[in-house]
């Protein structure tokens, strides 16, 4: 007979950090390279703040903010994020709605309507999941849990450079100052705040490459024998 897998046996590699510090890269990179699933924390805040822009819903009541985040029609698939059908990936990358999310992230209802849709990525062979408290909050027994940084100047230019990729005018100065500003909400809040986990390894990738973070990553991982890997 074959029975299902627990979720708790899938197993999970945890990438918290502020904003910009990379995680959503090298996440992507990890789950690439191990041939997993993978979950960007970041994007369902961000979706649910755009959400509620567009449906004209009051931002600063948290019930109806988390009535929003429990009913998002979200499809992920290849890179692409459709909400309501309408593809937002860029949009939700808007430093405007990045805002709201930090905002919105504060309030408890919404952070619970959250949480089973985040958990429903667990699934073999494995999750690589980003965010502020994947290691903390959502999945507290990952086998790995990486806290990366990057001091807050890295960080501002990376995020001009990927925006202007994008073709998102940026300033660097005042992305420095929204940046420190949604680091000390995303700290300072009572729920789920931006800490290290408990056993959580932090990586500073202010000097380092993106490939030399994910080598770093994927270090971690095969020393830790790779559960999942062929026996
Ligand atoms: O990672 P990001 O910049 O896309 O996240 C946008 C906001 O969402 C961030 O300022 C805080 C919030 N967030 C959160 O509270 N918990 C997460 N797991 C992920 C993001």
Redo the contacts with the bound molecule.
């Keep these: 007979m074959i029975t299902p897998t627990a979720q708790s046996q899938v197993p999970v590699i945890t990438i918290?950090g502020p904003?910009?510090s990379g995680?959503?890269t090298v996440a992507g990179r990890v789950a690439k390279a191990l041939g997993w699933h993978m979950l960007?924390?970041?994007?369902?805040?961000?979706l649910t703040a755009l959400a509620t822009q567009q449906q004209g819903v009051d931002s600063d009541n948290p019930q109806s903010v988390a009535d929003v985040a429990e009913n998002l029609d979200v499809v992920f698939s290849d890179g692409t994020i459709l909400l309501a059908g309408q593809d937002v990936t860029d949009l939700i990358r808007h430093e405007s709605v990045?805002?709201l999310?930090?905002k919105i992230?504060?309030y408890g209802p919404v952070?619970q309507s959250l949480l089973a849709r985040?958990r429903a990525f667990r699934c073999l062979p494995g999750l690589v999941a980003?965010?502020?408290?994947?290691g903390t909050i959502?999945f507290p027994d990952a086998p790995l849990k990486i806290f990366l940084v990057a001091d807050a100047l890295s960080r501002a230019k990376r995020r001009c450079k990927q925006l202007s990729q994008k073709g998102i005018s940026a300033n660097l100065t005042s992305l420095l100052e929204d940046m420190l500003e949604?680091d000390k909400?995303?700290r300072d809040?009572a729920l789920?705040p931006?800490v290290a986990a408990p056993g959580a390894v932090t990586i500073d990738s202010s000097a380092l490459t993106i490939d030399e973070t994910v080598n770093k990553v994927l270090g971690l991982w095969s020393g830790k024998g790779d559960p999942s890997g062929p026996m």
């Design positions: 918290d904003t910009a995680k959503g960007d924390s970041g994007a369902l805040y961000r990045g805002s999310a930090s992230a504060t952070r985040q980003d965010g502020r408290d994947m959502v949604r909400r995303d809040r789920a931006l």
